[in-house]
């Protein structure tokens, strides 16, 4: 078996898309959108839908605190770089997201669109997740995922330019304003999606979810109530022969 083409894409911000993108989308027929961005993240880049047809949104939001602190960031971190010490919380975090997306899913919702800001951290590990219900290979699922290092595309995922403007009242725009006053406009570069040893952040919040609830299914079953007869729809909706 094989996943099928076009039923799920990931995604930076949808804030900057332009009348070609918009055609594109609607060339696609979106049925369905899972923002994983928190509150914050969406006043500074909002998505204002401009399809012909508006798409379901299956996400829930959630307090920015979470993940972006108040504090001076570390000299190491950048763009991407904060989620990846928080990999591990994202399962319960984004747990109601998760559920909407994947609910969507099962019940033949598609084509959908799944995104953050960047379209990797939050996003890789939605995506990373369905992949391993669906049967995919670990190996696979990584390639796919580190596609983000060369695939984003910073200077369209938050307008850098308004930043300042809203940075007393909005702590994303005050975090990245405190980076790029600190390292300038290289926080931006996308940086390899590993550890120190080389192995994909995705893999170790994989492996941790695992060892929580015990397999992956398990944690669709019990803390997004996907259980097998909805895994089972995932499989029959987005897996075809080879």
Not at 21 to 31: N, P, Q, T, V
Not at 93 to 104: E, I, V
Not at 151 to 162: I, K, S, V
Not at 182 to 188: A, C, E, L
């Amino acid at each position: 078996m094989r996943v099928k083409w076009g039923k799920l894409f990931r995604s930076g911000s949808l804030w900057a898309l332009n009348g070609s993108d918009w055609r594109w989308m609607d060339e696609r027929g979106i049925r369905v959108v899972c923002d994983l961005r928190s509150a914050a993240e969406r006043e500074i880049a909002p998505t204002v839908w401009r399809g012909k047809v508006p798409p379901r949104s299956v996400d829930g939001s959630y307090d920015s605190d979470v993940l972006f602190s108040r504090r001076t960031p570390k000299e190491s971190l950048g763009i991407g770089a904060l989620e990846g010490g928080l990999y591990l919380k994202f399962a319960r975090l984004l747990a109601k997201s998760f559920a909407g997306l994947f609910d969507a899913l099962q019940s033949g919702e598609a084509p959908a669109i799944v995104h953050c800001t960047a379209g990797q951290d939050r996003t890789g590990l939605a995506v990373a997740l369905l992949l391993d219900v669906l049967g995919v290979a670990r190996p696979t699922i990584h390639a796919d995922y580190l596609l983000s290092t060369e695939l984003r595309r910073p200077e369209f995922e938050l307008d850098r330019a308004g930043l300042n403007e809203v940075a007393e009242r909005n702590v994303v725009a005050a975090y990245y304003v405190r980076l790029i006053e600190r390292h300038g406009p290289t926080i931006f570069t996308p940086q390899p999606l590993v550890d120190s040893m080389g192995r994909p952040l995705v893999d170790i919040a994989m492996d941790a979810i695992e060892r929580e609830w015990g397999s992956i299914e398990a944690y669709f079953d019990e803390e997004l109530g996907i259980g097998p007869a909805e895994q089972a729809n995932l499989r029959a909706h987005l897996l075809e022969p080879a």
